[in-house]
């Protein structure tokens, strides 16, 4: 399993995330990303099906400040 949210304390709102992965991350107020997929709300708490982990993975690896975190396991945010 793989779960992920958005540290917003490093992103910088550079929007790269939203656009490779618009199914899991969208943007809140300020621009900085935030994981939507099934009103996660950026907990890392709802499970991402198989086939948008190639999308998370690719966010996570194009982000420019590695503020996008995976994990097997929920977060606890
Ligand atoms: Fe922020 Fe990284 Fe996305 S800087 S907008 S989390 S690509």
Not at 17 to 38: H, K, M, N, R, S
Not at 41 to 47: A, D, H, P
Not at 50 to 71: F, K, N, R, V, Y
């Amino acid at each position: 399993a793989k779960f992920t949210y958005v540290d917003k304390e490093t992103c910088i709102a550079c929007g790269a995330c939203g656009a490779t992965a618009p199914d899991i991350y969208d943007y809140d107020d300020e621009g900085l990303a935030e994981v939507i997929y099934e009103e996660d709300n950026n907990k890392g708490v709802k499970e991402i099906p198989e086939d948008l982990h190639d999308d998370m993975q690719d966010a996570a690896d194009g982000c420019p400040t590695d503020s996008i975190q995976i994990a097997d396991d929920p977060f606890n945010n």
